[in-house]
Each structure stands twice: as C-alpha cells, then as structure tokens.
C-alpha cells in the first residue's frame, strides 16, 4: 500500500486567496483526520470523518476553512480566504476502528506545507 | 494549562546513552497511550501503543504508564543518530477516536 498520500506537498499563496488541499487515505480505512502543525501550537485535530461522514469539526478554527469527503478515498480541506497565520504543516491521517470499540493506528500522510504572504 | 505537557527540549545525548522522555496529563478518562516519532519534514509513524498502566517492550524502546500519577514515560536503549527526530505522546480515551498530542520532544543523538 502506498499509505496515506496528500497533495500538494508544498503551497505558497499570497493572503486571501483560496487553498484547497488533498487527501487519498489508506484503502480500507474508516476513519480520516485533519491536523494542523505549527511550532506554537504543536498538532492540532481540526476534523474528522467516519465512513465519510464528518463525526467532530470542533478544532476547525473558523468559518474559512472547510472539509469534505466525497467518497472513501478522497477527502479535501479548503481555506478560503486565506491568512498569514494559516501557514503551517497540514496533515491527514487515516485509521480503522477495531472490533474491541478502540481505535487502531493513525497513520499519517507526509503533510502539506502551506505558507501564505 | 494543557491537557498534555511534554518537554519541548531539545535533548541531547551521545550515542549508545539512555534517551529518557515523558508526558503529564490531566485527564483521567485517558485509557490509551501512544508514542509517536517524527522525523523532520515527515509525517509523524506509531512508536509504541499501550493500554492502561504498566509498561510494554519492543526492542531498544520501552514505554511506562503510571494512571495513578498522570505520567507516561518511553526509553530508548542504546540510542543511535537514526534516532534523532521529534517523539511526541498522544493518548486517547476509551470510548471515540480523536487523539491529544503533546508538544514534542526533539531529541539529538549525537554520534
């Protein structure tokens, strides 16, 4: 498998301007995650989804950004206007939920690296 | 206050050193314990997962829980420069899926 795959890897745009960021989770796997990384804030869950249905958005800082998961091998995080203080590493995980009622391992995608001027 | 607190270091330790790393909690409903390694311009990959306290082996690396103090714990044995990255402990409770974070911890093992 080729694990969790995210694009781009690397994105620079300038303030306001509209960023759309992509995620191919493990095939097979239920449950899909959004984190934010930054050096001040450390890794932040900002949303996940169960059998693409979004299950806890509390971490999505505000109305700007949005997650969708069409189907269960895709899911996209858009920030919309963008901001300077949005630049930071955005990462997707995604795992399956054992039988036992605990979840299994978060395996986490190489991340995205947003900056924005 | 946060709900978990880890030392941001960096440490820095020679090869072949003991690397000590650990993580406070305050929530008691935590029943799920994980240790995370992320090296630079990586995703962060499972280290080691354990349930409730005690402790777990797997190679070079060992990780405590101490419920009773709020207080997990991982040692690395026999550390090499292949072990420099960023560990970070997470935890989860018994019942859903999101998973806390610590800050980090940045280790340098130093050949």
């Known amino acids: 498998d080729a694990g969790v795959i995210q694009s781009p890897r690397h994105e620079v745009t300038e303030m306001g301007q509209e960023v759309t960021l992509r995620c191919k989770p493990i095939?097979?796997?239920?449950?899909l995650f959004w984190y934010r990384q930054t050096m001040m804030r450390g890794l932040e869950l900002l949303i996940y989804f169960n059998n693409n249905v979004p299950i806890d958005d509390s971490g999505m800082p505000e109305d700007r950004f949005s997650a969708k998961m069409p189907n269960a091998s895709f899911s996209t995080l858009k920030i919309q206007p963008s901001e300077p203080r949005d630049s930071a590493v955005y990462f997707c995980?995604?795992?399956?939920?054992?039988?036992?009622?605990?979840?299994?391992?978060?395996?986490f995608g190489p991340g995205t690296r947003l900056t924005v001027l | 206050q946060k709900e978990v607190e880890q030392d941001p270091g960096p440490l820095s330790v020679p090869e072949g050193a003991i690397v000590s790393l650990n993580c406070t909690y305050s929530n008691s409903a935590f029943q799920y314990f994980m240790w995370y390694r992320q090296y630079s311009r990586k995703g962060p990959e499972l280290l080691m997962y354990t349930y409730s306290s005690g402790n777990k082996e797997d190679g070079r690396f060992t990780a405590q829980v101490d419920k009773s103090s709020k207080y997990i714990s991982l040692f690395i044995r026999d550390s090499q420069p292949s072990d420099s990255a960023t560990y970070l402990c997470?935890?989860?409770?018994?019942?859903?899926?999101?998973?806390?974070f610590g800050g980090g911890t940045r280790v340098l093992v130093k050949p």
């Open positions: 095939s097979g796997h239920d449950y």
């Open positions: 995980a995604s795992s399956s939920f054992r039988t036992s009622g605990s979840s299994d391992t978060q395996y």
């Open positions: 997470a935890m989860i409770q018994a019942a859903g899926n999101k998973l806390t």
